[in-house]
């Protein structure tokens, strides 16, 4: 079925989905991701948020339910990343690695020559988090961005820049980010889901 001018795709539909790792572990839950649409889903740790966007990028398993994802840009936050080795590789590199052009953002302009491995926790997730953000801009289907907890190791400072990388994506980009982080949550001015909404319209 064509979808008429008027119509926003759908770039993810998640129907009573069960999801997890050796056995199922979070769903039924159902979920609904339209172009251009920003979803911030909130709950504790534990609540399986970062679960879900495992499953979503195929970490984690599929065992029931109906998972569909359009043909997009997929860029994806994992809520922890190690910084790589063993090459001494400088912000620059990463962005090169991540085929994103840095944003003129002054906080990060001096962590682009550094080594990665002398970067404080706050600043390497600064960097992570603005090169997928970076990276979906020159992608040449739909782009959906996954964040998962990407307010993790921020200070105040640093977390105002986050705030201000991801309320600056252009409105074609579509966002899917988890957290329960309540200061940065305020601060993006998103509308918010409870996980346990979720499951409950399963």
């Known amino acids: 079925m064509s979808l008429s001018k008027t119509e926003t795709p759908i770039l993810l539909q998640c129907t009573a989905l069960t999801v997890g790792f050796q056995r199922p572990l979070l769903g039924p839950l159902t979920l609904r991701v339209q172009a251009g649409e920003r979803h911030l889903i909130t709950g504790p740790n534990g609540s399986g948020k970062s679960l879900l966007l495992q499953a979503l990028v195929g970490r984690a398993q599929v065992f029931g339910g109906d998972l569909r994802l359009a043909d997009t840009a997929l860029s994806y936050l994992a809520q922890e990343h190690p910084r790589p080795m063993p090459w001494p590789l400088s912000g620059h590199d990463w962005f090169a690695a991540m085929q994103a052009t840095p944003p003129d953002l002054p906080l990060l302009q001096p962590l682009l020559n550094k080594r990665l491995d002398r970067l404080s926790g706050g600043q ?38 986050a705030v201000e990388l991801i309320r600056d994506m252009p409105a074609s980009i ?24 979720l499951l409950e319209s399963a």
């Open 174 to 197: 579509t966002l899917l980010l988890t957290s329960h982080d309540q200061d940065f949550m305020r601060a993006l001015g998103f509308t918010s889901t409870p996980m346990e909404q």
């Open 124 to 161: 390497w997730q600064l960097l992570r988090l603005a090169a997928v953000l970076q990276s979906a801009l020159s992608a040449t289907r739909p782009a959906l961005i996954l964040l998962d907890e990407p307010s993790n190791h921020l200070d105040a400072e640093v977390r105002a820049s």
